[in-house]
């Protein structure tokens, strides 16, 4: 059973254009999130967090949006380079370090 | 300061054959968790280990054990290998139980 889903398994941008990957869960004892990025034959590389007392958490380039009561996160890329494509997972943890992924989404930022 | 460290990156067995994995996570890090990377299924969650103890432990089955050493290294160990067993594991060190996780670069198994 996938608590975490990401229903979009590719997503194309045009480079300087904004990347949307979104993350639905289902488990309301989740309550902090992440966003890994993954290049080929390399680990997961920690992106951003939001933990659930928070709506909004920006890094740069990076905001994660959290809307509790649609149990849905989002991740903003603005402006996407061509070097941020990856593939994106989301992961929820109920606190504790048990992390429920979801199964990514391939971004590719066309120049 | 040195990453993750993963040993053997890939590696080639047959079915009912048992492997042993082994993981060094970043120094001063005390909380290794282990995942196992599908296609279809994305990273599942093996087992975390904090201390030398089993902390937590996802909805694998018996086959796949772990254990950690008192320098934090870690193992893991599937016994019976299936053809299903073919994945990326990946294992993550991360300073406490509750924090932000660093992953090492992954072992690629397949079984034949």
């Known amino acids: 059973d996938q608590q975490v889903k990401q229903n979009s398994p590719s997503l194309s941008v045009q480079e300087g254009r904004i990347s949307i990957l979104n993350c639905d869960y289902t488990?309301?004892?989740?309550?902090?999130f992440l966003w890994y990025k993954k290049y080929p034959a390399e680990g997961p590389t920690f992106l951003i967090s939001i933990s659930s007392i928070k709506d909004k958490n920006e890094d740069g380039r990076f905001t994660v949006f959290l809307n509790k009561s649609a149990k849905h996160l989002s991740l903003h890329i603005v402006p996407s380079q061509p070097g941020d494509s990856a593939v994106y997972f989301c992961?929820?943890?109920?606190?504790?370090?048990?992390?429920?992924f979801g199964t990514g989404t391939s971004l590719t930022v066309i120049p | 300061k040195a990453g993750v460290t993963q040993t053997p990156r890939y590696l080639i067995k047959t079915r009912g054959q048992q492997v042993t994995l082994s993981c060094s996570p970043i120094?001063?890090?005390?909380?290794v968790s282990w995942y196992q990377q599908t296609p279809g299924q994305g990273l599942q969650f093996l087992f975390e280990y904090f201390s030398e103890t089993q902390r937590n432990k996802g909805n694998f089955p018996g086959r796949f054990s772990g254990r950690q050493f008192s320098n934090s290294r870690s193992e893991m160990n599937v016994s019976t290998l299936e053809l299903g067993d073919s994945a990326l594991y990946l294992c993550?060190?991360?300073?406490?139980?509750?924090?932000?996780?660093?992953f090492g670069p992954g072992t690629r198994l397949t079984v034949l």
């Open positions: 993550a060190s991360s300073l406490m139980t509750d924090g932000e996780q660093f």
């Open positions: 992961a929820a943890s109920p606190s504790g370090n048990q992390f429920y």
């Open positions: 120094s001063g890090h005390r909380s």
């Open positions: 488990n309301s004892m989740f309550d902090y």
